[in-house]
């Protein structure tokens, strides 16, 4: 048995406005709205496939407080494709953000509702992504990380070091799953995180019950009776294990 990024869910004081942001950076279409929920993935696809990791972006009463530990990297082609991109971008509502970044060859932006992202430089192991180059998660820990994440999906570890490490699907396409050393500590619930998938025919609770012996626990954040599983990592980023498909 294993899993799979599937998709990240963002919450979003107001979830459609947020959403259609989303749709114009990515590209992509809204492919279902409902009461509180906004589906973004790329037009033409047929969920679940690696080439994408899908966003849902979820309604929630509370507003953002301080700097999310999980963001999303965007690719770029060329330097002139970087320029215009962060121009497009903020014309949409993007405005800079400055995490302490210095002096980088990438730009760091906040959307209108405050969440942080980078718009790359160009860099060749992100010509084939799409869109996201990578979903990026602040750690104290990248080892441990990468051991975790390594054994819960069946994702392929590329590089691992004291300061970072990177996950990419094991069919090689899509956005990788990055994990950077931080000095900041987690004090407030995620406002983005990680949704996993088993594969079609494994058993939902057998699935929980192997990610916590890998050191995952479970978490209360008031989502009642629902259909999936709401578990946390080693380092107590709140994640979902959604039903079989």
Same mark, same amino acid.
């Given at each position: 048995?294993?899993?799979?990024?599937?998709?990240?869910?963002?919450?979003?004081?107001?979830?459609?406005?947020?959403?259609?942001?989303?749709?114009?950076?990515?590209?992509?279409?809204? @492919?279902? /709205? =409902?009461?509180?929920?906004?589906? !973004? %993935? *790329?037009?033409?696809?047929?969920?679940?496939?690696?080439?994408?990791?899908?966003?849902?972006?979820?309604?929630?009463?509370?507003?953002?407080?301080?700097?999310?530990?999980?963001?999303?990297?965007?690719?770029?082609?060329?330097?002139?494709?970087?320029?215009?991109?962060?121009?497009?971008?903020?014309?949409?509502?993007?405005?800079?953000?400055?995490?302490?970044?210095?002096?980088?060859?990438?730009?760091?932006?906040? @959307?209108? /509702? =405050?969440?942080?992202?980078?718009? !790359? %430089? *160009?860099?060749?192991?992100?010509?084939?992504?799409?869109?996201?180059?990578?979903?990026?998660?602040?750690?104290?820990?990248?080892?441990?990380?990468?051991?975790?994440?390594?054994?819960?999906?069946?994702?392929?570890?590329?590089?691992?070091?004291?300061?970072?490490?990177?996950?990419?699907?094991?069919?090689?396409?899509?956005?990788?799953?990055?994990?950077?050393?931080?000095?900041?500590?987690?004090?407030?619930?995620?406002?983005?995180?990680?949704?996993?998938?088993?594969?079609?025919?494994?058993?939902?609770?057998?699935?929980?019950?192997?990610?916590?012996?890998?050191?995952?626990?479970?978490?209360?954040?008031?989502?009642?009776?629902?259909?999936?599983?709401?578990?946390?990592?080693?380092?107590?980023?709140?994640?979902?294990?959604?039903?079989?498909?």
């Amino acid at each position: 048995m294993t899993t799979r990024l599937v998709q990240i869910a963002m919450n979003a004081r107001d979830d459609s406005t947020l959403g259609r942001f989303w749709a114009e950076v990515l590209g992509w279409g809204v @492919d279902s /709205e =409902g009461p509180g929920v906004t589906n !973004l %993935e *790329p037009v033409g696809f047929v969920y679940p496939d690696p080439v994408a990791v899908c966003v849902d972006v979820i309604r929630v009463p509370e507003p953002k407080t301080g700097k999310n530990r999980v963001h999303i990297d965007l690719a770029t082609t060329s330097a002139a494709h970087q320029a215009e991109l962060v121009a497009r971008l903020e014309a949409l509502g993007a405005t800079p953000a400055d995490v302490g970044q210095g002096d980088v060859p990438w730009t760091v932006l906040a @959307d209108p /509702e =405050g969440n942080e992202f980078c718009v !790359l %430089e *160009p860099r060749s192991m992100y010509r084939d992504t799409g869109p996201m180059a990578a979903v990026v998660v602040d750690c104290a820990d990248p080892r441990a990380m990468a051991r975790f994440w390594g054994e819960a999906m069946d994702w392929t570890l590329h590089e691992v070091t004291d300061g970072h490490a990177r996950l990419r699907s094991s069919k090689g396409v899509g956005p990788y799953l990055e994990f950077i050393r931080t000095p900041d500590v987690k004090t407030v619930k995620n406002r983005i995180h990680l949704d996993l998938r088993p594969y079609p025919g494994d058993d939902h609770a057998a699935e929980a019950a192997r990610l916590r012996v890998l050191g995952a626990t479970d978490i209360d954040l008031g989502q009642g009776d629902v259909p999936w599983t709401v578990l946390a990592d080693p380092e107590g980023n709140e994640f979902c294990l959604l039903t079989p498909s």
